[in-house]
């Protein structure tokens, strides 16, 4: 069974002057100012969690420090415990000759954050879908409005198949240079997609519409 080790997780990512906050992902979090706040009730021995935050730079910042991190809990006693701050330096990752990024950890961690990017992107449109969907039924079929309804579905659909094969592709292509074992439930889940997609594309085009 997973052991505890540590409760009422509070961090805190103080970004340096210059460093703009445009977006983040990981467990609960609200932003005020220059600080992201994250809040995770239960770490386990052994866990690897990951927040992803997205920043722009306005300048170079001071000493290359984005940012400082801190950390406070409680610890299995129920005492408090305060950990930090942790500088984030700015790095310079030296790319291959593809222009990729070489190292695993980042590397992986791009794949990861591609991927939520792309699901988000796909349920915004999946959500267009559904409301395009419900407006066909107010239109007579055959009819001009009714296959300019569909030719939307069937537009929004295929895009959101593109961007299955593009995020398929790129996982593969991460995963095989990491050497596999990579992002497997995350392909699985793009492959279902695929099908899905293919379906509602087929339902709209098979009909004569």
Do not use: C
């Amino acid at each position: 069974m997973p052991v505890p080790a540590a409760r009422d997780l509070r961090m805190r990512l103080v970004l340096s002057e210059g460093i703009v906050f445009k977006n983040t992902w990981g467990y609960q979090n609200y932003v005020e100012g220059n600080t992201i706040y994250y809040y995770l009730p239960t770490l386990h021995h052994g866990d690897y969690e990951t927040m992803f935050a997205e920043v722009a730079m306005n300048k170079i910042p001071q000493n290359n420090s984005m940012g400082t991190f801190y950390l406070d809990y409680q610890d299995l006693n129920l005492n408090q415990k305060s950990m930090g701050p942790y500088p984030i330096r700015l790095e310079s990752f030296a790319p291959n000759e593809n222009g990729e990024i070489t190292d695993p950890r980042v590397r992986e961690a791009e794949g990861f954050l591609s991927s939520a990017r792309g699901l988000i992107d796909m349920a915004n449109k999946t959500v267009k879908i559904g409301s395009l969907e419900r407006d066909l039924s107010q239109h007579l079929n055959p009819s001009p409005q009714r296959a300019d309804v569909v030719q939307q579905i069937l537009v929004e659909t295929n895009q959101n198949r593109s961007i299955v094969k593009i995020l398929i592709d790129y996982l593969t292509g991460i995963n095989n240079s990491l050497g596999g074992n990579k992002y497997e439930k995350e392909l699985e889940i793009l492959q279902n997609y695929t099908h899905t997609f293919a379906n509602v594309y087929n339902a709209h085009t098979n009909n004569g519409e």
